[in-house]
């Protein structure tokens, strides 16, 4: 598959800063499930203040601890070929898969934010294109 091309400079070019953080970071919110598993094998469990509605392991460190995402992709559908539908209509949408409670982050102020930029798709984001949403919380 072919890289996309385009004009645009990437979002993480107008980051300043060497995003290292002062302190440790006391509150974490995990948009990624195999960090949140790595946050909670380092035993840093008790510093994760939101999680992704796919995380769920281990179970017991993450019962209580809220969900900042939801699927935009309906869980009725059940043929390959509805799913495949739902994904292109969104992917082209500029909606990717998954809705982030803006919300709830902005409550739950975490002063790290683990997520990915590796596969637009998969990132969750309310609307725009998510390494946009992350230098948005990353400037905040």
Excluded at 12 to 21: I, K, V
Excluded at 36 to 56: N, P, Q, W, Y
């Amino acid at each position: 598959m072919a890289a996309v091309q385009t004009d645009a400079p990437h979002p993480a070019q107008a980051w300043s800063g060497t995003g290292e953080l002062p302190w440790p970071a006391g509150r974490i919110a995990s948009l990624l499930p195999s960090a949140t598993e790595i946050v909670c094998a380092l035993g840093l469990a008790d510093r994760l203040v939101a999680v992704t509605h796919e995380c769920d392991y281990p179970p017991d460190a993450l019962a209580r601890i809220p969900r900042l995402t939801s699927s935009l992709i309906s869980t009725q559908l059940r043929r390959l070929e509805e799913i495949d539908a739902a994904v292109r209509s969104n992917v082209a949408s500029g909606h990717g898969l998954y809705a982030l409670d803006d919300a709830e982050m902005a409550r739950l102020e975490p002063d790290l934010l683990l997520t990915q930029e590796l596969c637009h798709v998969l990132a969750a984001v309310l609307s725009g294109r998510p390494d946009d949403r992350a230098v948005r919380l990353a400037k905040e």
